[in-house]
Nanobody
Framework: QVQLVESGGGLVQAGDSLRLSCATSGRLLNTYIMGWFRQAPGQEREFVAAISWSGSWVNYADSVKGRFTISRDNAKSTQDLEMNSLKPEDTAVYYC???????????????WGQGTQVTVSS
């Protein structure tokens, strides 16, 4: 059974940093593209970042480029999202997800975590 479990969310102030982690388990997951999505209250879930198994392919939403960094440790089956210079508009539930394809479309992600709340106060 494939499982993704996020951790690291919390309440921070604007300008602060936060690191989210996603622990994965299950067969074949290490070969998957790992991504992060987020959903703010009243809004649709949106793509944040994704990384391939080797790290050779990385993709970021324009809104987080230069502030967020995605990484993964295949030996530990974990992926992280380092978030710097956080803004109130980054407030959302953040989800990690896994896909067989290099894609930013959530429709192509097969497995999802339960989400972790990130709240950025001004």
């Amino acid at each position: 059974q494939v499982q993704l479990v996020e951790s690291g969310g919390g309440l921070v102030q604007a300008g602060d940093s936060l690191r989210l982690s996603c622990a994965t388990s299950g067969r074949l997951l290490n070969t998957y593209i790992m991504g992060w999505f987020r959903q703010a209250p009243g809004q649709e879930r949106e793509f944040v970042a994704a990384i391939s198994w080797s790290g050779s392919w990385v993709n970021y939403a324009d809104s987080v480029k230069g502030r967020f960094t995605i990484s993964r440790d295949n030996a530990k089956s974990t992926q992280d999202l380092e978030m710097n210079s956080l803004k109130p508009e980054d407030t959302a539930v953040y989800y990690c997800a896994a896909s067989r394809r290099r894609t930013t479309s959530q429709a192509n992600y097969d497995y999802w975590g339960q989400g972790t709340q990130v709240t950025v106060s001004s």
